[in-house]
Each structure stands twice: as structure tokens, then as C-alpha cells.
């Protein structure tokens, strides 16, 4: 009923950035949370940032200043600007959506594939 879809990891040496890009579509209402959340190996899944359909931006500590979260609202897209990217931020990305289902009304949560990124010392 509803697909995310995020584009725009890879490689890249410290420093550098990335951007990610994520597209949720299908049967959509409206979108209340966009968020991206990292795995690295080992570990659990953790909050990256978030973007509530209203209120204020969050961003984990150990991103904040680095990375920028922004909403295309017209195009159900969330971005994630990773810049002074560090090895530790090496993870699979994952985005998700909490979605009000323009077929009932009930709202659900979605999950990307996740894109994987890697930085290099």
C-alpha cells in the first residue's frame, strides 16, 4: 500500500558528505513523522533524526551540527545532508514514515530497504 524508497549512500573518506534522499508513495493521506535511523554492524538500530509534521526537528547528539533533516511535504520526501562525515557515522540508513492511510484513515508505520554508508578514515 504504501513503498519508501531511499537513494543516495555510498563510500566516502571522513570529512567528506552525503546526501540521502527518501520517497514514500502509494496510498497516503497525509504524513505525520519522516525520520532516518542507522544499524551499524552490531548494533541496534538508532534514531538519526526526525521531522515531525509539525514541531521542531530532533537530531541524536552525536549528529547534531553535522547533519540537516528537511521535508518536501508536496513530495512525501524526506533528505538527510550528512556533512564532516566521521567513520563512526558508517551504518545502513533506514527511513521511515509514519503514514495516515488515505484508505481508512488508520495511520501505520514504513520502513525503506535502507542504504548503506560508509566512511573511511
Known amino acids: 500500500q504504501v513503498q519508501v524508497v531511499e537513494s543516495g549512500g555510498g563510500s566516502v573518506q571522513a570529512g567528506g558528505s552525503l546526501r540521502l534522499s527518501c520517497a514514500a508513495s502509494g496510498s497516503i493521506f497525509s504524513i505525520n513523522i519522516m525520520a532516518w535511523y542507522r544499524q551499524a554492524p552490531g548494533k541496534q538500530r538508532e534514531s538519526v533524526a526526525v521531522a515531525p509534521g509539525r514541531g521542531s526537528l530532533n537530531y541524536a547528539d552525536s549528529v547534531k551540527g553535522r547533519f540537516t533533516i528537511s521535508r518536501d511535504n508536496a513530495k512525501n520526501t524526506v533528505y538527510l545532508q550528512m556533512n564532516d562525515l566521521k567513520p563512526e557515522d558508517t551504518a545502513v540508513y533506514y527511513c521511515?514514515?509514519?503514514?495516515?492511510?488515505?484508505?481508512?484513515?488508520?495511520?501505520?508505520?514504513?520502513w525503506g530497504q535502507g542504504t548503506q554508508v560508509t566512511v573511511s578514515s
Open positions: 521511515y514514515a509514519f503514514v495516515k492511510s488515505s484508505l481508512n484513515g488508520n495511520y501505520f508505520s514504513y
